[in-house]
């Protein structure tokens, strides 16, 4: 009678959990033996433990890395507590992808601008992971990440990583600086500040740029305004939008923005769709 | 798909809808547009108040302590053993070692049976409820101004008021369904609204003058308003000649109370006391509406009794759109205050210390009753830790987080060597007890509300209680058996028989006459048609008495070490101690955790910013919440919704009471601010 | 066309309930009409002006458990158990009907279809009755959606005199009425028919909405919101009651140590934790940017989403049910007469 039920979420077994930060952990996760899960960057899942609820939750690994899901999740409420108390071994449930991923075959050949904020690495990893695993694809490739804290940067092994390769700029900066962030001989390292500071350091372009951009709220605002002041089109700027997304398949309607559901129409827009919403940001 | 017929479970508004039940499950909510009060509206808790009903977290069977846990028991056991228990302090310690709370929450049905219960099975007065903590000054104040402890006039007829004078009440937040009418008066005859609030209200918007009084200033405050109604000649003349007494003293008493003397003691400007004054009596219809910011201090009664002289002083009563009119916060706890769950009187507001009246109950009853009031809900709780009270029966009621000073109500429930607890969750009180009984929701009984305009009406039960669930009338019947006293009822309509028997004012009630809007008390006989308007023609004792009344400071004023006056109350989205709402997904959601409101002026001074963490403590307690913004709330007061136990306002109030009332003040004490 | 005799209808309702079929019919309950299942020898109460809920709730419940989760094998596995019922809706008035195929099928059948609106809905049969008397709020005939419909039913019935004329709608509709010896109106029932659906149309109230999406379009910071909130309590009614609204959420409850289940339930727009997010953030804070959206969602949102109507169907419910007495017709012509000269 019910060919296909779309609340119905799957099960999948925590194989990695990596602490990232005080409040955030990156849990790598496998499914056994069913369909293969297809998915783009920018994408998210509904994450749930049954008794508790579900949490929209943006995919962090790349579809190049098959192997399995990453998704990092900030402790903010009562699902997301619960998940950081598991260990491996231990099922979750999800249903997804859902959304509107960042479009990464439109991007290809473009130079990119990457500009997150705290956890807000956490969609943009997925993209800039796809785009370095299909190098020859993309032009040139720029990070800026930005943190309240040392202690506050996220996947620390990729930046190390980012910040070795001479195929990319990553640029990273703190709020607070510490000593064991000075101390630091990397390059990518070292500086204190917003994020907006390293605009002037990263020679961004914006004739040539494109600009995806992540991260809290008023990261976001402060950025944007740096960006189109230097010349920005809003068409070549892409950032994605948070909303609580309960169904995640555009029909309970709490993520609904003007004619758009950020869960279906979304949640990677460019700031010129953006600027057509009434009250997106 | 069913739909029974119900009355809300939450606030006094006695709004009625219908429960939808889909095969023996609660489907839903669904308004009754034909209803007087409801009007096919309902607020938000309205809608949400079928969610609680079916929490897998309900009790299910009855729980016995075992060490630090509970085990299931059996009925028979769990009733066997209460009885016993409760057999043993009376034989060991005297009937007076008992004490009983009563529940706002349960039926008059249930209230009823359970005060017989104290005065005739055990022989104690010891039985209150929650009115002790809401209006008992209310009882108390009106019952001497004008003879009849209740709201005066009907919800409907606010809707007839050109000036409606709100003081200590956010009809808005906490009565929705008042609200409405308030609104009604405003869009429909361009009514005014005179607010008397520290903190600001929900209607804000359609306030003519708002008077932001200290918290605890009251009595000034009105008294000066009539100082000026008297000196410009405002008041009715006719109507204190013909309809009251005692006008001489209080007008002696009023001298001294200028508005100008009033404005450093109040903070309210004496031109503002001025304008209202004026609009108060010169409205063609004026009414009064007040709730715990009036009741709830240590002044409580004579609060009470300024309002009453304010009215009578205008003869602003017994009309359509008048009257004084006491909002009551529970769906029954006017009911249960008629039903006689309260240490002094028996049902109907009858003396217990009146022979006559002992008289006539122990005809009824078949049983010698006990001849001097007992103790209330805030003596009983000290009487614990003075051993004068060593078991305790509580139907319904949450102590633990709704009395003030909690942590003195804690220590005194783990201290008294029998507790028992009909309820249906495991309530943070609950988890004290020796015996904890599951009762039967709203949703899975008969019986009747009264609402706070004196309303008594019937709900229906809709679906079975969960597990072995009982009502608590079928549950105090068997206990009460098991004492030795049989109480054989087939039914609430036949309890409701007896109650108008022995209740005057009940005279008239049977659950045949009661239709779809019920029938407002007093109905004295089969063929009375019910009172909407008290005190038409005359006072219920005859003439109206004024009261001379001296304002007094609260009992703890703000001084140096705790600057600010905190008061507390609560919000639309939660209810109470939160047993039900914070159940209920949608209302949780609304505001899930405790804050505190606090003027930006006076965060700024302290460093604070909104949304932060702060330390608010009083010489009783501290708790931990979050700061919460409010241009509104006066400087120099805070607020503290007391719904939520992880920050309990309750830990912080003071227990000072009203030598009248024995009502506690809730509304203000003496608190700092610290930022952590 | 068929006639059916008034007295004729409980043969008719008898016979469906004989095929095994559901009868949802409106029933007077304590003084006040609601829909109830007719069970066994009960009949409906036709004479009925709309009632408080509309009829979305047979289709779209206010409450219902979606999933249960188990344990097996270690893992939560879910599972539901969806009955698909053989359900009719009798008596139902037209504007609810076009709540139902306007909007809520257009919801939550589209891509990917809801499982359990989608269920109840192809087991479900539309008897609508057109109305006879509006209330002073009705305004139906503003939005194409009543007294009676052209299409998208069953059956549908017209009240003439002592007698019902049935239209049928759909195959569907005429099983309904398979076994029945029934008439074929004459000219003047015809006739009949037109003129009460027109009498009724002309006492409906009039709410003008042509042409109110482009004004709206210049009236986001207007003060019009700000103003009209001020009437809002925050109960959310106006949602509930609405045939065109179809907001839900989503929460869980644990039953038992192993055992859970996801509920959804009827939300609202109008509470600000409808945009809570994770963290706390409220993306609709202040009451009036909620309050501006519910009547940019039905006046301008679904439109541009969807194209066709307005998302109203004039059934009058959000002005009946508003403790504050904010009426939809009011703000629509508060909204017009700020046609030209709005803020921005």
Known sequence: MLTHNPYKPQNWEIKKIIDETPDVKTFRLFQR????????????????????????????????????????????????????????????????????????????????????????????????????????????????????????????????????????????????????????????????????????????????????????????????????????????????????????????????????????????????????????? | MKRIKTVCPYCGCGCSYFLSVNDGKIAGVSPNKNHIISRGKLCIKGWQSAEFIDRPDRLTTPLIREGEGFREAGWDEALSLIADELSYCREKFGPDSIGIFSSAKCSNEENYLLQKFARAVIYTNNVDHCARLCHASTVAGLARAFGSGAMTNSIPDIAESDIIFIIGSNPGENHPLVASRIIQAVRERGAGIILADPRGIDLMPFVNVHMAQRPGTDVALINAMMHVILEEGLEDREFINSRTEGIEALEEKLKEYTPERAEPVTGVPADDIRKSARLYAGAGNACIIYAMGITQHSTGTDNVLSLANLAMLCGHIGKPGTGVNPLRGQNNVQGACDMGALPDVFPGYQKVDDPGTRKKFEEAWGRRLPETPGMTVIEMMNGVLTNDIRGMYFMGENPAVSDPDISHVIEALKALEFLAVQDIFLSETARFANVVLPAASYAEKMGTFTNTDRRVQVFYPAVEPPGEAKADWKIICEISSRMGYAMKYNSPAEIMEEIASLTPSYGGMSYDRLGPDGLQWPCTGREHPGTPILHTTKFTHGRGKFHAIDYLPPAEEPDEEYPFSLTTGRILFQFHTGTMTRRTPILEREYPEPYVEINPQDAEKLGVRNGWKVGVETRRGRIELNAAFKPEIKQGTIFIPFHFSEAAANRLTNPALDPVAGIPEYKACAAKVVRL | MKIIPENKLADLINKWRSDARHVIGPKNVHGDIVFETLEKDEQPCLDFLNTALPPKEFLFPMRETILNFVPKEDEWTPFTNLNEGNIVLFGIRACDVTGINLFLDQLFLSDPPDPYYGARRKSAAIVVLACEEPDEYCFCPSCNSGPALATGFDLQLIHIGDEYLVQIGSPAGERLLNGLQLETPSMDQVGLKNYVIDECRKKCRKVELEGVEEIIKDLWEDEIWKEVSNYCIRCGGCNFVCPTCYCFDMNDRVVSSGHSQRMRTWDSCLLRGFTRMAGGVISRDDKFTRLRQRFYHKLLFWKEKWGGPHACTGCGRCSRVCPGFIDFGEVVEKIKSRAGHADT
């Open chain 1, 33 to 281: 033996g069913v369909r293969p899960f297809i998915y783009k960057p920018g994408q998210f899942v509904e994450i749930s433990i049954p008794g508790a609820g579900e949490a929209p939750i943006s995919i962090t690994s790349t579809p190049t890395r098959p192997d399995y899901l990453e998704l990092s999740i900030k402790k903010t409420g009562k699902v997301t507590g619960l998940l950081h108390g598991l260990s491996m071994g231990d099922v979750v449930n999800i249903r997804g992808p859902y959304g509107r991923g960042f479009p990464v075959d439109e991007l290809k050949g473009e130079d990119l601008l990457f500009v997150a904020g705290g956890i807000g690495l956490a969609p943009l990893r997925s993209v800039i992971n796809y785009v370095l695993d299909r190098r020859a694809s993309y032009g040139e490739v720029i990070v800026l990440y930005g943190a309240r804290s040392y202690d506050d940067l996220v996947f620390k092994d990729d930046l190390a990583l980012w910040g070795s390769r001479r195929d990319m700029n990553l640029l990273a900066t703190v709020d607070a600086g510490c000593d064991e962030w000075s101390d630091r001989e990397e390059g990518w390292c070292g500086r204190v500040g917003v994020v907006t500071t390293l605009f002037s350091e990263c020679k961004m372009d914006s004739a040539r740029h494109l600009c995806l951009i992540c991260g809290p709220h008023i990261m976001i605002k402060f950025a944007l305004a740096g960006l189109m002041e230097a010349g920005f089109k809003p068409s070549r700027i892409i950032t994605t939008l948070e909303r609580m997304m309960k169904c995640g398949i555009g029909k309970c309607g709490h993520c609904n923005i003007g004619p758009k559901y950020v869960c279906q129409d979304g949640p990677v827009f460019t700031m010129e769709e953006i600027s057509r919403l009434y009250e997106a940001l």
